[in-house]
C-alpha cells in the first residue's frame, strides 16, 4: 500500500514523514521525493511463521511518499494546484497544522483543511474534464 502525504507548506509534513519511516536521511533537502518502506509488525504473521518454518516470512509493506516541493501545491490555494506526484497513491494522508509556527499564521486547522481539500477536488475536477474530453474526442 502506498500512502502519499499532503497539507500546506510548514504543515508538518517532513516531521510525520520521519516520525513514520524512522528516515531522517534527508533532512533540510525539500527538493527531492521520498520514499519510505516499513514493514508493518504483526504478531499473527510471527505466530504462523513459527508453526509452518516457512523459508521466507514476508510482512505486509506500507510505502510512504512525500513529495518534493516541486510536485506539490504551494500554499493555501493561492498557487495552482500541483499534487501530481501522489496521484498514483493508494491513499493520502493530510497533515493540518495545529501549533504555533515564527512566520506563519495562527494555526487555523479547520480553514487549513478545507483549502487543500478543495485543491485536491479541482485536482479531480480537472482530472475529469480532460477524460470526458478525450471520451469526445473517441466517439
Ligand atoms: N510545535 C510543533 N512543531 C511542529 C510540529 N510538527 C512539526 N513542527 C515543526 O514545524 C516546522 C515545519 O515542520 P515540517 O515537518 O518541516 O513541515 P513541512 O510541511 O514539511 O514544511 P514544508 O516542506 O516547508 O512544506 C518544523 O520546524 C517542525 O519541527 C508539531 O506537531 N508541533
Ligand atoms: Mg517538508
Known sequence: MKLGITGLAGSGKTTVFEALTGDFSEAGNKMENRLGTIRV???RIDRLSEIFNPRKTI???VEYFLPGKSGRAKDSG???ASWTAVRD???LIHVIRNFNMFGLEEPNP???FSTLDQDLILMDLAQAEKRIERMDAEA
Open 41 to 43: 509488525p504483526d504478531a
Open 78 to 80: 493561492k498557487e495552482d
Open 110 to 112: 479547520a480553514t487549513d
Open 89 to 91: 497513491a493508494d491513499a
Open 59 to 61: 510482512y505486509a509493506q
